[in-house]
């Protein structure tokens, strides 16, 4: 008896080349739907599931291949002596490969606005059974679940070599297949339930594929990967030129885009740029259009710019090309690179370009993840809008207008610096950055020295409430005239009484934004 192979795939690429040369070498082709009828169409001869198995399909085409004959010829052990009898007494011939991919689950739910019935009826029943069957029998099955793995399956089919290492390593990429595909079926389902909520807490499930290994994670003596969605957040970026990124390039990256998107993304955004090093913005801008963005973002600290990471909310120009071939730079980021600035970047060819679209960002998961020892944390991005309606001024000085506008742009930066978080800003620009410091002031310390001269008449803000008015203080001394904290220690009211008597204006925001 000739072999036999059964094809019932959704992705339907390379399916007539697959066909053809599993018929060269002497197979016989089973299918169902409309796999079957793209075969006819293309002149393939192919026996249709219902005359194999003689059941019809029913229920709508919900069962096909669900069927002793199918699930019998796919599942039974080639050298067990009783499988063999079974499959002689019940008339089952054997289905020696299964080519099956599934239903368009994960493109169906791609849009928010899908209804309900629909994602449900794209959910593939068949399809999994018959892949994991064939999984488990790789011993006697060869299992295709990838238009990516015809080429080479047919080229060991020629050379006869299908032998165990191939069936093994196909059995892992179908189990990898279903396993993926339950795991989007379950994320969407939670969610669509949480939105009504209904659901709970749900175990933590991850789709995410390996894009890259890395040559090193943060330092040369520890291996890292890279696992991303293809389309969505920095998977969905196209890197333009540059040497290969890196596990601090990322990281860094992503800093900096989150960072730059507080003032827009894309068009109609305010220009803004902003310069990372060691996660931290070290320099950041908004300006007329992306030159001047970037030039007074590179301005706010060039000593700390050089080997930084680079964003950009809009895309990049001749002009802004210029400035980004004044110092040494690592990466950049921005929606778009024009024909000038790519010309201009090229004779730059270490620098890491990566072209971002706002579809991408928004194609991005909302959830934060961070590994602890054993686990994983999980969190909302705080990437939400500022909601100026809850901002109170509590000195007796109201802020002006000016003052208020550098208090708004001080307040987007410093939710990106790791706390405790201290910035110093004026006129659109940041001019002074306190990182990472065990306490508030020591953290204001270091924004105003870096600020200098800059610091008079500039505004302060603070990710955390002043537990002391030793800040207000010292933002005082050095010329700042308004602060903006978040406000909630129980010694709010000796700031307050600070700034009433150095003729500071304070806001208190009621929200925090600790980055640690």
């Known amino acids: 008896m000739a072999p036999t192979a059964l094809l019932s795939v959704s992705n339907k690429e390379g399916l007539v080349p697959l066909a053809q040369g599993l018929l060269d070498a002497g197979y016989r082709l089973i299918s169902s739907g409309g796999t079957a009828s793209a075969l006819q169409a293309a002149g393939i001869p192919v026996t249709k599931v219902a005359e194999h198995t003689g059941a019809p399909e029913i229920l709508g085409g919900r069962v096909k291949t669900l069927h002793p004959r199918i699930h019998g010829g796919i599942l039974a052990r080639r050298a067990e002596p009783s499988h063999q009898a079974d499959m002689e007494a019940q008339g ?48 006697d099955v060869a299992v295709l679940t990838s238009p990516a793995q015809y080429e080479g399956f047919l080229a060991a089919l020629k050379a006869g070599a299908v032998d165990q290492a191939l069936r093994r390593s196909l059995a892992l990429a179908a189990f990898q297949h279903t396993a993926e595909y339950d795991t989007a079926i379950s994320t969407w389902l939670a969610a669509r339930l949480a939105q009504d909520g209904v659901a709970a807490a749900e175990p933590l499930r991850l789709e995410l594929p390996a894009r890259q290994t890395l040559r090193y994670g943060e330092n040369p003596h520890q291996p890292a990967t890279w696992h ?47 310069v990372v090093k060691h996660t ?32 950009i909310n809009a895309p ?10 004044s110092l040494f730079l690592e990466c950049v980021v921005a929606p778009g690179f024009d024909a000038e600035a790519r010309a201009q970047l090229a ?9 971002l679209s706002p579809e991408a960002i928004n194609r991005a998961s909302r959830q934060q993840l961070r590994t602890v020892l054993g686990g994983v944390l999980v969190q909302e991005l705080d990437d939400q809008l500022v909601e100026e309606s809850a901002w109170q001024v509590v000195s007796e000085r109201q802020p002006n207008a000016e003052e208020m506008e550098d208090l708004r742009f001080a307040w987007k930066l410093v939710r990106h610096v790791r706390s405790n978080a201290i910035t110093v800003a004026k006129a659109g620009q940041s001019l002074g950055v306190g ?5 508030r002031v020591g953290s204001a310390r270091l924004a105003l020295e870096a600020a200098g001269g800059q610091a008079r008449g500039a505004v302060l803000a603070s990710d955390g409430f002043f537990p002391f008015d030793d800040t207000v203080r010292l933002a005082a001394s050095h010329g700042v005239t308004a602060v903006i904290q978040p406000g909630g220690s129980v010694r709010d009211a000796d700031s307050i009484t600070a700034c009433n008597e150095l003729g500071l204006a304070m806001v208190v925001t009621g929200r925090r934004h600790f980055l640690h």
């Open 228 to 274: 991303s969605a293809p389309s969505a957040g920095w998977g969905g970026a196209e890197q333009l030129q540059g040497k290969e990124l890196s596990y601090n390039n990322l990281i860094d990256l992503d800093a900096a885009l989150a960072t730059v998107r507080e003032f827009g993304y894309g068009p109609g955004s305010q220009p803004a740029a902003v």
């Open 435 to 439: 990182a990472g410091q065990m306490n």
């Open 347 to 355: 004779a730059k060819p270490n620098l890491r370009l990566l072209e």
């Open 316 to 325: 990049v120009d001749g002009a802004t090309a210029q400035q980004l071939t």
């Open 280 to 311: 931290n913005p070290c320099g950041v801008a908004t300006g007329s259009d992306g030159a001047n963005a970037l030039t007074r973002a590179l301005d706010a600290d060039r000593v700390s710019a050089f080997g930084g990471i680079v964003a």
């Open 92 to 139: 089952i011939d054997p289905i020696d490969v299964v080519v099956v991919n599934l239903y368009p689950f994960r493109e169906t739910v791609a849009d928010p606005n899908v209804a309900f019935d629909t994602a449900i009826e794209n959910i593939d029943i068949g399809g999994p059974a018959m892949v994991r069957a064939a999984a488990k029998n790789h011993a």
